[in-house]
């Protein structure tokens, strides 16, 4: 893994959305993972900031999103798709017919899963996944639990992860869905490349648990130490407790 502190997460969301930028220009028909929660919303800013100001063209890139509430249909404001919508695609010029969601009302969740994955080989796969991480090690719902399920599935939420969505519920932890439909591991460690962002002291056991710790699936994040391709994007806070032998790079403040 490669990780960075940043000062601020403005920086890194600016060195992240400058990269992203520079991979669409390289090859206008890349295809994105994306995750949403707290964390990405500088990106998603920074990214509609460089199409407005440098004309990023996004016509032809693809997007997969990791996860979607079961239950809960794109209008739903606390959706994925409507935060994606709010934060990144009514800004820019992305083609709706190369926007991939899970859909979390499907007859049936299974089938929807398997329609997922074809989606995604049908795309040639991910080239950049772009993750978040909870603070139990969660990445995209594949919650700690005593087995994993590797590819796209209905997930059981945790209190402590229904809690952290509260904000996009009216500060209700009740009111966040019980279940999600999500990316498995296998699916998400195919991407050719993963980019996960960290902010925040309540990050810093997760991420020292990731970089140090064993493989385990009480830690989904530690299997991304089977990819070789792991970019870790951190604050000060979240890489508190990453010995600095890991720290490939450090930037500074620029
Ligand atoms: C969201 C997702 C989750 C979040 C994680 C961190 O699509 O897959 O794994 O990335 O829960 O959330 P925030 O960024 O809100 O701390």
Known sequence: MKLTVFRHEREAAAVLADRIAAEVAANPALVLGLATGRTPV?????????????????????????????????????????????????????????????????????????????????????????????????????????????????????????????????????RVPADALSMGMATILQSRTVVLVAMGRGKRRAVERMVHGPLTTRVPASFLQLHPQVEVLLDEAAAESVTLSALSVTAANP
């Open 42 to 174: 500088p990106l998603y800013q920074r990214l509609v900031d460089l199409y407005r100001r440098r004309g990023i063209d996004f016509s032809r890139v693809t997007t997969f999103n990791l996860d979607e509430f079961w239950g809960l249909g794109p209008d739903h404001p606390g959706s994925y798709r409507a935060y994606m919508q709010r934060h990144l695609f009514a800004h820019v010029n992305i083609d709706p017919a190369r926007v991939h969601f899970l859909n979390g009302l499907a007859p049936d969740a299974e089938r929807e899963c398997a329609r997922y994955e074809r989606a995604i080989a049908e795309a040639g796969g991910i080239d950049l996944q772009v993750l978040g991480i909870g603070g139990n090690g969660h990445i995209g719902f594949n919650e700690p639990a005593g087995a994993l399920n590797a590819r796209t599935h209905l997930a059981v939420l945790k209190p402590q992860t229904r809690r952290a969505n509260a904000s996009f519920f009216g500060n209700d932890a009740s």
